[in-house]
């Protein structure tokens, strides 16, 4: 996984919403570029090369996951996350975007946004 995300051992994840969940196992950092997170289990879905993966609520063995948060806008300015500080940036509630890799459980909830 790229670097700059969000993860951390004992996160929930899930491939996409109704799907297995499982929590990150581990994290190695030591790429320059990429970071390698270990799921506790397979996910049981086949996950493309540059899809996007999400957190879950909690565990689920069947699908039966959900998303950990419902999202209802994006955030309009890149701003760099630092650890143990505030952030603040604007949301976006209507927007147009220009494919960003959303996933289809999350930009389902953005009824708002177009992303062509």
């Known amino acids: 996984m790229a670097k700059g995300h969000n ?3 004992g996160d929930f994840v899930m ?3 109704g799907a297995k969940a499982y929590a990150i196992t581990n994290i190695v950092t030591t790429d320059k570029k990429l970071d390698a997170l270990t799921i506790s289990t397979a996910l049981g879905e086949e996950i493309a090369k540059g899809a996007c993966i999400v957190e879950a609520k909690a565990q689920a063995t069947a ?7 419902q999202p209802f806008a994006i955030a309009g300015t890149g701003k760099p996350i630092i650890k143990g500080d505030n952030l603040d940036t604007d949301a976006w509630v209507m927007a147009v975007t ?15 946004i177009i992303n062509y």
Request: aromatic content about 8%; overall charge positive.
């Open 63 to 69: 699908a039966d996951s959900a998303l950990k948060y």
């Open 15 to 17: 491939a996409k919403e």
């Open 98 to 112: 220009k494919g960003n890799p959303l996933p289809a459980c999350v930009e389902s909830k953005l009824k708002g």
């Open 7 to 9: 993860f951390k051992v």
